[in-house]
């Protein structure tokens, strides 16, 4: 039998297939340290929980609109008015299972083969698979580490061509833990409005941030009406399992990825939906401490790595990632990646894992306990000792 060609063009998620390996180690009694997948180690906040039994117990177990309730919906635009400082409306959100079909359905819905998309690289792979996967061109901007891994706006400039349909930014960002700067989104927000681009905003991490602070491009002038902002619950509240997420964008678009959720997933799980107005609404407390926990474990994570000859570490400013450069110790990052993997027990991701310009570098996630994280860092140094013998 055969498949449509466009499967060769789908890329992946390098993550879960190391993840798949590192279980067949412990399947074999190896002891694994997992730094490979993106996702809080903490529980769902109990408060969270109860709302979503209480409303699969009210009967919040049918078919809903492909939008979201709207309830749940106006909770969402009025807690983006309140971070964002806009005036959005619930007919501008859509709810769907996590954030990631919001990239899916925004390419589908403004660009086509053909077209450009400028996209950050390093960046979640999931970018680039799908812009090829549809036919476009991925037009890469590199993040340099001396640049703090924020975009050049300067480079920036030059990749715009007549074709460029569709620009993703993503802050604070995966893989490298960069934060873009108030005058980074101000000079690509009028990039985009002088060039007539739309902006896919990955917020994500919005909330998991530390020193820096928070802010969106969707701030400046004729930005929001051009703008999908991607955000979700599965890093703030340790939700990543529960599958929900939401776009919001203009009232137009917002029906098309709509129409787009009723042709694929047709509606989010009713009761779970509930839970996001809990979320939302509720006490953000246990968010809070997690972050507070994040930042520490950060801190561990960098000094430790940059204790060890051969590996220099940047501090992050956000997310739960750290990008050390590893080109001193002679392997490439994939080599690297299973060295420490098979021989060290020690699971990362190679930084080519999230395109071409993160050779050179390894990807460690930190939502781990401070524990595991200097076992990870007392392998990773024996590993690095024992390459040069
Ligand atoms: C930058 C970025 N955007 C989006 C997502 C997807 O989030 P979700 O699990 O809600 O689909 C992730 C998950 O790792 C991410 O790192």
New binding site residues.
């Given amino acids: 039998m055969k498949y449509a060609e466009r499967m060769k063009r789908l890329g992946t998620?390098t993550?879960f297939e190391v993840l798949v390996r590192a279980r067949q180690l412990e399947a074999q009694g190896r002891d694994v340290v997992h730094l490979e997948i993106?996702?809080p180690d903490f529980d769902t906040p109990k408060n969270i929980c109860d709302a979503a039994v209480k409303a699969l117990r009210g009967g919040y177990t049918h078919y809903n609109p492909s939008a979201g309730y709207p309830e749940i919906r106006k909770i969402i635009s009025d807690e983006i008015n309140k971070t964002r400082g806009l005036k959005t409306n619930p007919e501008q959100v859509v709810i769907t299972?996590?954030?990631?079909?919001i990239?899916f359905f925004t390419i589908l819905a403004t660009v086509d083969k053909g077209d450009e998309v400028i996209y950050p690289n390093p960046?979640?792979p999931?970018y680039e698979s799908l812009i090829n996967f549809i036919g476009a061109k991925a037009v890469a901007v590199p993040l340099r580490e001396e640049n703090d891994f924020r975009m050049d706006v300067e480079e920036l400039k030059t990749l715009v061509t007549p074709k460029t349909k569709l620009m993703i930014i993503?802050s604070p960002?995966?893989?490298t833990g960069g934060v873009l700067t108030h005058e980074d989104l101000e000079e690509i927000s009028r990039i985009a409005v002088e060039n007539d681009i739309w902006i896919l905003s990955?917020e994500?991490?919005s909330r998991t941030i530390y020193e820096a602070k928070f802010e969106s491009v969707t701030q400046f002038p004729h930005v929001p009406e051009r703008t999908i902002i991607?955000d979700?619950?599965?890093?703030t509240y340790a939700m990543?399992g529960w599958?929900?997420?939401y776009g919001v964008m203009e009232e137009k678009l917002a029906a098309h990825i709509a129409r787009l959720q009723t042709n694929s997933n047709s509606c989010v799980s009713a009761f779970s939906q509930m839970a996001i107005g809990e979320a939302i609404t509720g006490p953000q407390d246990e968010s809070a401490k997690m972050v507070a926990e994040f930042k520490r474990r950060r801190d561990v994570i960098v000094e430790g790595l940059n204790k060890i000859e051969g590996i220099s570490c940047k501090k992050p400013l956000g997310?739960f990632y750290v990008f050390p450069n590893i080109t001193e110790l002679g392997l490439k990052s994939k080599k690297l990646e299973e060295y420490f993997l098979e021989n060290y027990g020690v699971a990362g991701l190679a930084g080519t894992s999230f395109g071409a310009y993160g050779e050179g570098y390894l990807r460690f996630s930190y939502a781990n306990s401070v524990e595991n994280i200097k076992k990870a860092l007392s392998r990773i140094e024996k590993g690095v000792a024992d390459l040069k013998k």
């Fill in positions: 998620e993550a993106g996702e299972p996590g954030a990631k079909p990239m960046g979640f999931i993503n960002q995966n893989p990955d994500i991490y991607l979700g619950m599965s890093k990543t599958r929900l997420g997310a």
